[in-house]
Antibody, heavy 123, light 108 residues
């Protein structure tokens, strides 16, 4: 059974960098594609981006200047970094497995999700 | 590509047949998924490729449509189905993945 678990600080100061990690069990991060989705309080879902098993990334254009993602194959983890955060970045952040194909740069649905981690941007 | 769900809120009783609609601002072929989200929980995949049932999802859930108009149907609403439902398009010719605004299914 595949399980994803997000971790990282729950509070980040404005203009600083948000860093989150997703630990994967039950699957290898080198054999699938992975993504991040966020949900502001009381609002809908926003796709942040995908990281493919080669390390190639594909980001939401509205966030692309501030976002990066990486793989750590030794720990079977992948990570999200978001720079220059503001209050608008306050949200629940979910990591997820992308499913439905094997082509890099393509988009997919997400079949397994982490429980989510709440990040608040405040001084 | 913008995804518009209707209705935003739906009141229904246990046993009712429920239909939720998702419209895309341009064609997405069948690149559409449906998710169920309960309060305080992560989304759960229900349907992918517009009409394929996700693993372990009860058969009372079904999806249909292609192009720009899609529906999620719950054939007989169960107590466990009261939640918010989201559609998601994943057409790779689009600049990004987008979700619908959600439909909250409430107890009547």
């Amino acid at each position: 059974q595949v399980h994803l678990q997000e971790s990282g600080p729950g509070l980040v100061k404005p203009s600083e960098t948000l860093s989150l990690t997703c630990t994967v069990s039950g699957d290898s991060i080198t054999s699938a594609f992975w993504g991040w989705v966020r949900q502001p309080p009381g609002k809908g879902l926003e796709w942040i981006g995908f990281i493919y098993n080669s390390g190639t990334t594909n980001f939401n254009p509205s966030l692309s200047r501030r976002v990066s993602m990486s793989l750590d194959t030794s720990k079977n983890q992948f990570s999200l970094t978001l720079t220059g955060v503001t209050a608008a970045d306050t949200a629940i952040y979910y990591c997820a497995r992308a499913q439905g194909g094997t082509q890099v740069f393509y988009f997919y649905y997400m079949d397994v999700w982490g429980q989510g981690t709440t990040v608040t941007v405040s001084s | 590509i913008q995804m518009t769900q209707s209705p935003p809120t739906l009141s229904a009783a246990v046993g009712d047949r429920v239909t939720i609609t998702c419209r895309a601002s341009e064609t997405i072929d069948n690149w559409l998924a449906w998710y169920q989200q309960k309060a305080g929980k992560a989304p759960k995949l229900l349907i992918y490729d517009a009409s394929s049932l996700g693993s372990g999802v009860p058969s009372r859930f079904s999806g249909s449509g292609s192009g720009t108009e899609f529906t999620l149907t719950i054939s007989s609403l169960q107590p466990d189905d009261f939640a918010t439902y989201y559609c998601q398009q994943y057409n790779s010719y689009s600049p990004k993945i987008t979700f619908g605004g959600g439909t909250k299914v409430e107890i009547k």
